[in-house]
């Protein structure tokens, strides 16, 4: 019964390749989100959407592209991936996005680019 | 730009002790969350203290909110070791309203000591 599970979580890959990570939430939160954390445990807000429509895209790179088939999922594509991209990309979601903004984080996704 | 810094950047204590962390941040806030972070793992919500609030309590966590010098401490007392952990705030500022958008500090790491 977890509440919100992404895959997979982990993900070792060559330069240029294209990979994906799917999320899942079962909370029935509106709002999901995808942040990356750095080497320095830095965690920066890529993108949100609320009810599978963008509300926030975070200045990410036009190979990182984000897909809400429905408010429960929130997928990442990310195209030509290069050595920077090396991270650990979480998502997360919450109830909504004004008041009860209370994140759910999934356990994260360690991407290394090699 | 990065909204939250959290002082000490890590933190050892022995086991019974009690642990402050302190964030500060730089605009005008809806409310802040506390997040803490186990090694390898997805962050988990501790607690919300909203603008208007100044103290809130939750188990053997006591967190404080000044506004007017924007800074909020968490207070663990009588620590465990199983506190180990990376602890994050994080602020949803007033014009990132209707986002949901969190800005996280650095975190601090604490390690208690058995």
């Known amino acids: 019964d977890t509440a919100v599970s992404q895959t997979p979580k982990y993900l070792v890959t060559q330069m240029g390749n294209d990979k994906s990570i799917k999320c899942e939430q079962n909370?029935?939160?509106?709002?999901m989100y995808w942040y990356k954390q750095d080497s320095k445990k830095f965690l920066k807000i890529m993108f949100s959407y609320n009810n599978k429509e963008l509300i926030i895209n975070e200045t990410v790179p036009n190979r990182f592209s984000p897909k809400s088939p429905d408010k429960a999922h929130l997928n990442l594509h990310i195209n030509s991936l290069e050595l920077g991209d090396s991270a650990v990309y979480f998502c997360a979601s919450s109830q909504d996005r004004q008041i009860n903004t209370e994140a759910f984080f999934g356990q994260g996704t360690r991407l290394t680019v090699v | 730009s990065q909204q939250g810094e959290e002082d000490p950047q890590a933190l050892s204590i022995q086991e019974g002790e009690n642990a402050t962390m302190n964030c500060s941040y730089k605009t005008s806030i809806n409310n802040l969350q506390w997040y803490r972070q186990n090694s390898g793992r997805g962050l988990v919500h501790l607690i919300l203290?909203?603008?208007?609030?100044r103290e809130k309590h939750s188990g053997r966590l006591r967190v404080t909110l000044d506004t007017s010098k924007k800074s909020s401490s968490l207070l663990i007392t009588a620590s465990r070791a199983a506190d180990t952990a990376s602890y994050f705030c994080a602020t949803d500022a007033i014009g990132s309203s209707n986002t949901g958008k969190l800005i996280f500090g650095q975190g601090t790491t604490l390690q208690v000591k058995p």
């Open positions: 909370l029935g939160h509106d709002t």
């Open positions: 203290i909203r603008s208007n609030e």
